[in-house]
């Protein structure tokens, strides 16, 4: 073979396995050789199993040999971020709070994916419990960008993102509250989709914020997005909030034919705060998409420059209202030599987050508490509402939505830390999407000068990830997608 066997695609290796050409053992080794040749440098993985994944492996041989109808993804490695709950595995959430927390059941994403034959390659870091936008946030450590080791992946499924593109991990699942899937994506040169809210289940993803969080899936192509997706969409009566609707397979109905699609570009998104070289790659897209049968025109979603607040805002809440139930009661961490009770809750609380986690903790119980209620939490659910009309407006008129993924190419490790609002401001692009409950996926679109990646954001009307993906495959193929970081 002239490549190894880590380096193709997940729909290129399950066409290998099918044809018997390799063993998901022999794809397993290579991609867990792989992460013990790099992690040291680049830290995406907080756990590996070798042993398990191999046993994991060896039924799906058993599976793909017996010759029955077998999934696509039987015998392919699959990193999961380390937030999604799996049974005997630690989930630590990357945070001393969970920190020897393991699972007595899987989450339903989990469950599917293992009755698809597919591997677990192991635990990916990620910010703790989701709460940042580079990965710096984490408990254990600080993954690296693997096109520049002194940048950021992006967050908060960092781990996820790093992983894909480096070859440590085939594809893998992240989560995305406010762009946590489509930013790293962005930052580390492969794709990401942050699917239509309640389109994949969320029992068994540990909540940051539950009206926004939606697992999704990575990968180096397009197809291989569409083929996790279509392996983890459904309906789960697990998940109160899951849709109970059809669900077509995506890889099956993937298109580069773009002829007529409307494709609507917000100057909102163009403006201050976005670097002119992101802008200008995106611009590139698009104008080689016209030229492939797309139209363009011009919306307006006024609202945009809002939406972080109001992100920031409803998130919060719901995060200080989710991690009240850790306080070293139940499960997790317990502090040590405490006064009474109340001492043991603000002792462990205080020992088990960390400053960010406790940061948005401080600021949810601010905007939810008496008298600062109405003035705070309820005109951001007004501004949520305003957002999602605004977004409905605008796809009367187009079919899709096309805007830069992150403002900037990935930045210097340590160089927002200081400063929270900097860092926040990394999510301006994304946060609008998971307020308006609509899918999103984040594409290559070019690279800086120092040759660092771009991305693209294409979004969607609600479940209609099957047009963001197919200009998503047109893109890809006008461009020539991934690029391997030279690592």
Same mark, same amino acid.
């Given at each position: ?216 899936? %990575? /990968? #180096?192509? *397009? !197809?291989?997005?569409?083929? =996790? ?9 697990? $998940? +109160? ?111 088990? %987050? /960390? #400053?960010? *986690? !406790?940061?948005?903790?401080? =600021? ?9 209620? $109405? +003035? ?112």
């Amino acid at each position: 073979m002239d490549k190894k066997l880590y380096e193709y695609n997940a729909y290129e290796l399950s066409e290998m396995l099918r044809a018997k050409k390799i063993s998901s053992v022999e794809l397993t080794n290579s991609v867990l050789d792989r992460a013990e040749e790099v992690d040291d440098k680049v830290d995406a993985y907080l756990l590996t199993d070798r042993q398990m994944s191999l046993k994991m492996a060896e039924n799906a041989d058993k599976l793909i040999s017996s010759g029955e109808a077998k999934p696509r993804l039987a015998g392919i490695p699959i990193g999961i971020k380390d937030n999604i709950s799996t049974t005997g595995i630690t989930t630590t959430c990357a945070s001393r709070m969970l920190e020897n927390y393991v699972p007595v059941f899987n989450a339903t994403v989990i469950d599917r994916l293992t009755a698809a034959g597919s591997v677990i390659s192991g635990k990916l870091n990620m910010d703790e419990f989701a709460m940042g936008s580079s990965t710096e946030n984490s408990y254990f450590k600080t993954t690296k960008n693997p096109f520049d080791l002194s940048c950021v992946p992006g967050g908060s499924s960092g781990g996820s993102a790093a992983a894909v593109s480096c070859g440590e991990a085939v594809i893998a699942l992240g989560s995305d509250t406010g762009g946590s899937i489509r930013q790293p994506a962005s930052l580390c040169g492969v794709v990401g989709l942050k699917p239509t809210y309640g389109s994949v289940s969320r029992y068994g993803l540990v909540a940051f914020a539950s009206s926004l969080d939606q697992i999704g899936p %990575f /990968g #180096r192509c *397009v !197809k291989d997005v569409a083929l =996790l997706q279509d392996e983890i969409q459904g309906h789960d009566k697990m $998940d +109160a909030t899951s849709a109970d609707r059809k669900y077509t397979s995506l890889y099956d109905n993937l298109s580069e034919d773009i002829s007529g699609l409307k494709i609507g570009m917000p100057a909102e998104y163009f403006g201050e705060g976005i670097k002119p070289e992101v802008a200008e790659a995106v611009m590139n897209s698009v104008r080689e998409l016209e030229k492939r049968g797309a139209t363009v025109a011009s919306v307006s979603l006024p609202s945009t420059g809002y939406a972080l607040s109001a992100y920031y805002i409803i998130a919060c809440a719901e995060a200080s209202s989710n991690l009240a139930r850790f306080d070293g009661v139940k499960y997790g961490y317990r502090a040590k030599d405490c006064d009474g009770l109340t001492d043991m809750y603000e002792k462990t609380r205080s020992e088990g %987050f /960390g #400053r960010e *986690v !406790k940061r948005r903790i401080m =600021l949810g119980t601010f905007v939810l508490s008496s008298g600062y209620f $109405d +003035a705070y939490y309820k005109k951001a659910k007004l501004l949520q509402k305003r957002i999602q009309q605004e977004f409905s407006d605008a796809f009367k008129s187009v079919d899709v939505i096309v805007t830069p993924t992150s403002p900037s190419e990935a930045f210097k490790i340590g160089d927002r830390v200081s400063d929270p609002l900097a860092m926040y401001a990394a999510d301006i692009c994304t946060v609008t999407v998971n307020i308006a409950g609509l899918p999103a996926v984040s594409v290559p679109c070019g690279y800086s000068a120092s040759g660092l990646p771009f991305g693209m954001q294409i979004i969607g009307r609600k479940f209609d990830e099957q047009t963001i993906l197919n200009l998503a495959q047109a893109h890809e193929s006008a461009f020539g997608g991934f690029r391997r970081p030279k690592l």
